[in-house]
């Protein structure tokens, strides 16, 4: 099944004013993957049942294809915010919030969010070597890439390999002691996500709820960078047991830190603590510290918002080299400072969870 293939399919469905999807112009996208089909479908508050009903159509159109392993429809509004993914199987898992929204991860013991207010401050690699420094204290940890447009779990992990799929619910991917998903283990690499907000929060329901995560004791959330949808959509579909807020030390960073610990702080989410990345280079050759980004500044932030600090990391040239190797450090190069100093933030991360 390519492209073509799906939209043949997709002219054999009717919208609501009695057209085919795409003689209607309510089709928003296309995107086959190995044996994995995403279809975004735009509709009008108003037409949101039929279309509802045209999107169950297009789901089992698909799914009875040669080659199509997994499908996902979801329904998009260019005037409206409010996502509606097309209906599919609700993992045993799922429960309802107060207001009727199902809610995702209740078989997760603690979720956790690694943010921060802007990218370049190694947040993913924070969130990584954080998870994976869990799963080695003995714990079942999962790990969710909810950077959709700029996924980065496959590389930083090393692997490649699609999700399973049974009765149309993910298997996640097993990696260094964890269960793992991620945008990535569906689009190639070089794929651009050209997607609005709604289609991305349609993606990130589906690795949230339409995955067999099982019983964890620990969910770490590798957040996009900022304070928008997807940090509001996981406040209000998941039960964080709080956010962890990555900064590097400058005076920008921070600015940036204050705002992503404000925004989780007004939907209800307990900061666990600060994390100061790349809080001083250390030089391979002599072992001679340079404050780049000058160093302490996350330290005294945290200080001056009653928030905990829960470590500082080097700038360290074994980050770099574990992490384009597809090594998290603490397993590429578990005696250097960095990887000390990650396993010293996840004992701080359990303490403040209560053990």
Same mark, same amino acid.
């Given at each position: ?87 599919? $199987? ?7 919030? $107060? ?51 700029? $996924? ?10 699609? $999700? ?192």
């Amino acid at each position: 099944m390519d492209e073509a293939g799906v939209v043949r399919v997709l002219r054999q469905v009717r919208g609501p004013d009695g057209r085919d999807l795409v003689a209607a112009k309510l089709v928003d996208s296309v995107s086959v993957a190995d044996g994995t089909v995403h279809v975004a479908l735009r509709t009008e508050r108003a037409h949101l049942a039929a279309m509802e009903q045209a999107g169950r159509q297009v789901e089992e159109a698909l799914r009875g294809a040669a080659g199509v392993r997994h499908v996902t429809v979801v329904l998009t509004s260019h005037k409206q915010a409010a996502p509606a993914p097309a209906p599919a $199987p609700a993992p045993a898992h799922a429960g309802h919030g $107060p207001a009727g929204h199902e809610k995702f991860l209740t078989d997760v013991k603690s979720v956790v969010a690694v943010a921060s207010g802007k990218g370049g401050v190694g947040k993913s690699t924070v969130a990584v070597n954080l998870a994976v420094a869990l799963a080695q204290s003995g714990r079942r940890v999962g790990l969710i890439d909810a950077d959709i447009y700029g $996924p980065s779990l496959p590389r930083m992990l090393g692997v490649n390999q699609k $999700p399973g799929l049974r009765d149309q619910i993910m298997i996640p991917v097993p990696a260094f002691g964890l269960v793992c998903m991620s945008m990535g283990f569906l689009v190639p690499e070089t794929q651009a996500m050209v997607w609005r907000g709604p289609m991305v929060m349609g993606a990130l329901s589906q690795m949230l709820g339409q995955t067999d995560w099982g019983a964890l004791d620990v969910m770490v959330v590798d957040m996009p960078p900022g304070t928008g949808d997807a940090q509001l959509t996981l406040s209000q579909r998941v039960d964080l047991a709080g956010a962890v807020i990555v900064s590097t030390p400058q005076d920008i960073a921070l600015l940036d830190a204050r705002r992503g610990v404000t925004m989780f702080e007004k939907v209800g989410v307990r900061i666990l603590g600060v994390v100061e990345n790349m809080s001083y280079f250390q030089c391979p050759h002599c072992g001679g510290r340079t404050d780049i980004f000058g160093h302490g500044g996350a330290q005294a932030e945290a200080a001056k918002m009653g928030v905990p600090f829960l470590g500082a990391v080097p700038l360290l040239a074994d980050v770099r080299a574990a992490g384009d190797a597809g090594l998290p450090v603490v397993i590429g190069a578990p005696a250097s400072a960095a990887a000390a100093a990650f396993r010293a933030i996840a004992e701080g991360v359990v303490r403040a969870l209560g053990g």
